[in-house]
């Protein structure tokens, strides 16, 4: 009832400014004998009100909520009053033989315009003034006075509940003392701090969806305040469908400070091989396989396999998939156009039992594969290497020649940095497995093997991240183990992303290296963390030098020195290199691997560890820090 009433309220009121408008317009052309026309023209006043209701409802003027009148509303308001003066005009015209002074049209035309248009304006600013009387009393600084900026100033002044905006920030010099919206740009980014404490900021929006993570962390190290909020617009990584608007404000993660590039992916060369295929994931459950999950699922495959030895992992990832993409709605999606039912098939296996994987692979009949069952913690494996050879090599050859056997047509490793030089019986557990792989698809067969080396995930289960993040709300010490070691980071997403796109590159027996950047310092990361969290590094978290641990290295790599000299270029994707691998004999690496499977049956730690510096002739282990 209340709303017909607005209505009834808007509709009267037009009517109101219509007959207002004509006599002004009369008043206007005729002067003091405008009474006379009037007379003559009352009776046709109902015309112009029937033609502008009939145009208003045809544009649905009373649908509109006028708080938050726009330009595209006032357009509205134009073609309405523009039809029905008009409209009116023409049909008298033609019907009834009546012509109007054409300068009373154009008068009547433009009061009415403005009386109606007006009306609305004045309407939002008596909203907004109200709002401004009850508004909170966080007061926001938003970082970047561009369109993005804009648009977030827009929405924040409209909404009353979240704060008051005071002012922006740009770095541009010709935007400082000029206003958006009413709103100052009160200075550059050197002078967010005295900006800061001069207005009482509560909250900063950083709205620069183009900023790289080099920008980001020049903003954040002139906020000094630890009580101000700090939040941010995703970048364009996120921001997939270019839409800017305040619910996609979140807090800063450290994955802004890396400044990632968005992959660029070949659509049509992934959804050649993944559209309609039955696709299988090994260690699903984990964070790596997880996310391989999620992004394949955007290019349809017909079903997804999840496989993983931990009932928990692939519980979560197996209830988040099938409701996104089992229901109807949804379908593969974002990229590739159309709207797909995917089947999802979670299998609670270890991939050690090879008889049960051999009935799997028979039930299922997997056409592509994407190996990610590991074991990834350094020091763990060096105090249980049989269970880095049962997993991470028998594991692999399971899954691998299963594939072959059943016609696979492309199997994907994952592998890792800590395969190069390695000093941990992990890292050489996934070197032996990449000579496998490598083996296997060195082989005429139809089944392509590649395998995808690439250094530390954020966020994933193996990082240092969800570590320090544990720590720092415990209140630390935050522990690194050294003060100049450095590891390779990249994001979830992007690690997926490139995992994918080399699986449609590769021939059979390609190591593929994923380009990891530059590498960053641990200690930096964690007081990046430590900042993040709203605290200061060593004076409210402590952190602490803790040595390194077994089987770590100072500094990662991707490609071993003769691996770099050989190395053969890109491989068609501007992010992904591959290595010239050194073959391998085939059969002496299954009779190793056979030997390997004896010493860890029998928990023949030191065996494996010689067995594996035979296999790996770069292998150094950490013997004076391994306790065994």
Same mark, same amino acid.
């Given at each position: 009832?209340?709303?017909?009433?607005?209505?009834?309220?808007?509709?009267?009121?037009?009517?109101?400014?219509?007959?207002?408008?004509?006599?002004?317009?009369?008043?206007?052309?005729?002067?003091?004998?405008?009474?006379?026309?009037?007379?003559?023209?009352?009776?046709?006043?109902?015309?112009?009100?029937?033609?502008?209701?009939?145009?208003?409802?045809?544009?649905?003027?009373?649908?509109?909520?006028?708080?938050?009148?726009?330009?595209?509303?006032?357009?509205?308001?134009?073609?309405?009053?523009?039809?029905?003066?008009?409209?009116?005009?023409?049909?008298?015209?033609?019907?009834?033989?009546?012509?109007?002074?054409?300068?009373?049209?154009?008068?009547?035309?433009?009061?009415?315009?403005?009386?109606?248009?007006?009306?609305?304006?004045?309407?939002?600013?008596?909203?907004?003034?109200?709002?401004?009387?009850?508004?909170?009393?966080?007061?926001? $600084? /938003?970082?970047?006075?561009? !369109?993005?900026? +804009?648009? *977030?100033?827009?929405? @924040?002044?409209?909404?009353?509940? =979240? %704060?008051? $905006? /005071?002012?922006?920030?740009? !770095?541009?010099? +010709?935007? *400082?003392?000029?206003? @958006?919206?009413?709103?100052?740009? =009160? %200075?550059?980014?050197?002078?967010?701090?005295?900006?800061?404490?001069?207005?009482?900021?509560?909250?900063?929006?950083?709205?620069?969806?183009?900023?790289?993570?080099?920008?980001?962390?020049?903003?954040?190290?002139?906020?000094?305040?630890?009580?101000?909020?700090?939040?941010?617009?995703?970048?364009?990584?996120?921001?997939?469908?270019?839409?800017?608007?305040?619910?996609?404000?979140?807090?800063?993660?450290?994955?802004?400070?890396?400044?990632?590039?968005?992959?660029?992916?070949?659509?049509?060369?992934?959804?050649?091989?993944?559209?309609?295929?039955?696709?299988?994931?090994?260690?699903?459950?984990?964070?790596?396989?997880?996310?391989?999950?999620?992004?394949?699922?955007?290019?349809?495959?017909?079903?997804?396999?999840?496989?993983?030895?931990?009932?928990?992992?692939?519980?979560?990832?197996?209830?988040?998939?099938?409701?996104?993409?089992?229901?109807?709605?949804?379908?593969?999606?974002?990229?590739?156009?159309?709207?797909?039912?995917?089947?999802?098939?979670?299998?609670?296996?270890?991939?050690?039992?090879?008889?049960?994987?051999?009935?799997?692979?028979?039930?299922?009949?997997?056409?592509?594969?994407?190996?990610?069952?590991?074991?990834?913690?350094?020091?763990?494996?060096?105090?249980?290497?049989?269970?880095?050879?049962?997993?991470?090599?028998?594991?692999?050859?399971?899954?691998?020649?299963?594939?072959?056997?059943?016609?696979?047509?492309?199997?994907?490793?994952?592998?890792?940095?800590?395969?190069?030089?390695?000093?941990?019986?992990?890292?050489?557990?996934?070197?032996?497995?990449?000579?496998?792989?490598?083996?296997?698809?060195?082989?005429?067969?139809?089944?392509?093997?590649?395998?995808?080396?690439?250094?530390?995930?954020?966020?994933?289960?193996?990082?240092?991240?969800?570590?320090?993040?544990?720590?720092?709300?415990?209140?630390?010490?935050?522990?690194?183990?050294?003060?100049?070691?450095?590891?390779?980071?990249?994001?979830?997403?992007?690690?997926?992303?490139?995992?994918?796109?080399?699986?449609?590159?590769?021939?059979?027996?390609?190591?593929?290296?994923?380009?990891?950047?530059?590498?960053?310092?641990?200690?930096?990361?964690?007081?990046?963390?430590?900042?993040?969290?709203?605290?200061?590094?060593?004076?409210?978290?402590?952190?602490?030098?803790?040595?390194?641990?077994?089987?770590?290295?100072?500094?990662?790599?991707?490609?071993?020195?003769?691996?770099?000299?050989?190395?053969?270029?890109?491989?068609?994707?501007?992010?992904?290199?591959?290595?010239?691998?050194?073959?391998?004999?085939?059969?002496?690496?299954?009779?190793?691997?056979?030997?390997?499977?004896?010493?860890?049956?029998?928990?023949?730690?030191?065996?494996?560890?010689?067995?594996?510096?035979?296999?790996?002739?770069?292998?150094?282990?950490?013997?004076?820090?391994?306790?065994?």
């Amino acid at each position: 009832m209340k709303r017909f009433f607005k209505r009834f309220f808007w509709v009267v009121l037009d009517i109101v400014f219509i007959n207002v408008s004509l006599i002004f317009s009369l008043i206007l052309r005729f002067g003091e004998g405008w009474e006379t026309y009037f007379y003559v023209y009352r009776g046709l006043i109902v015309y112009f009100i029937g033609f502008f209701l009939l145009f208003a409802v045809i544009f649905k003027l009373y649908r509109r909520i006028w708080r938050y009148l726009s330009i595209g509303d006032l357009f509205r308001i134009t073609e309405v009053v523009t039809g029905g003066i008009f409209g009116t005009v023409l049909c008298l015209n033609w019907v009834r033989g009546i012509t109007f002074p054409r300068t009373v049209v154009a008068l009547t035309w433009f009061f009415s315009l403005a009386l109606i248009g007006g009306s609305r304006l004045v309407w939002r600013i008596y909203c907004e003034r109200k709002g401004a009387l009850n508004r909170g009393q966080e007061r926001i $600084l /938003v970082v970047g006075a561009g !369109d993005a900026g +804009e648009v *977030i100033s827009r929405e @924040i002044i409209r909404r009353p509940d =979240l %704060g008051r $905006l /005071v002012g922006f920030i740009d !770095d541009d010099k +010709e935007k *400082i003392g000029k206003r @958006i919206h009413n709103v100052k740009v =009160l %200075g550059n980014v050197e002078e967010i701090n005295d900006i800061l404490e001069k207005e009482q900021i509560d909250s900063v929006i950083i709205a620069i969806p183009t900023a790289t993570g080099k920008q980001i962390r020049r903003i954040l190290d002139n906020i000094k305040s630890k009580k101000v909020k700090i939040q941010i617009l995703p970048g364009l990584y996120e921001l997939v469908d270019g839409k800017v608007s305040v619910s996609r404000i979140r807090e800063i993660r450290i994955e802004d400070l890396l400044g990632r590039e968005q992959v660029k992916l070949n659509l049509e060369e992934i959804s050649g091989y993944l559209r309609d295929k039955r696709v299988m994931v090994t260690g699903g459950g984990g964070s790596i396989g997880g996310e391989l999950a999620r992004q394949i699922c955007r290019f349809g495959p017909k079903s997804l396999i999840l496989l993983d030895h931990s009932e928990n992992g692939l519980f979560h990832i197996n209830l988040e998939l099938e409701r996104r993409w089992m229901g109807v709605g949804r379908g593969a999606g974002d990229d590739v156009g159309s709207r797909v039912k995917i089947e999802i098939i979670p299998v609670v296996v270890d991939i050690r039992n090879r008889d049960k994987m051999d009935r799997i692979f028979k039930k299922y009949k997997p056409e592509v594969v994407f190996h990610a069952a590991a074991h990834k913690h350094v020091p763990m494996m060096e105090y249980h290497p049989d269970e880095a050879v049962s997993n991470n090599i028998v594991g692999t050859k399971n899954v691998a020649e299963l594939a072959d056997e059943y016609g696979v047509e492309r199997v994907v490793m994952i592998s890792t940095d800590k395969a190069i030089n390695p000093t941990s019986v992990m890292g050489a557990s996934k070197r032996v497995a990449e000579m496998l792989v490598k083996n296997l698809g060195s082989r005429k067969n139809n089944t392509k093997f590649v395998a995808v080396r690439f250094g530390n995930v954020l966020e994933s289960n193996g990082s240092v991240v969800p570590i320090f993040k544990q720590q720092i709300a415990q209140g630390g010490p935050v522990t690194v183990t050294d003060r100049e070691v450095k590891r390779y980071f990249m994001t979830l997403p992007e690690a997926s992303q490139l995992v994918i796109q080399a699986g449609a590159l590769g021939k059979g027996g390609e190591v593929f290296v994923l380009d990891m950047g530059e590498p960053i310092k641990v200690l930096d990361l964690a007081r990046e963390l430590i900042r993040l969290s709203g605290f200061e590094p060593e004076e409210d978290i402590e952190i602490k030098i803790v040595g390194l641990r077994p089987g770590e290295k100072m500094f990662e790599e991707i490609m071993t020195e003769e691996e770099r000299s050989r190395v053969l270029g890109y491989s068609g994707h501007e992010k992904i290199f591959i290595a010239k691998v050194e073959e391998v004999d085939g059969e002496k690496l299954e009779k190793d691997i056979k030997e390997l499977e004896v010493l860890a049956q029998e928990m023949d730690a030191e065996g494996i560890v010689r067995k594996l510096q035979e296999m790996v002739p770069n292998y150094h282990p950490n013997r004076d820090m391994l306790k065994m």
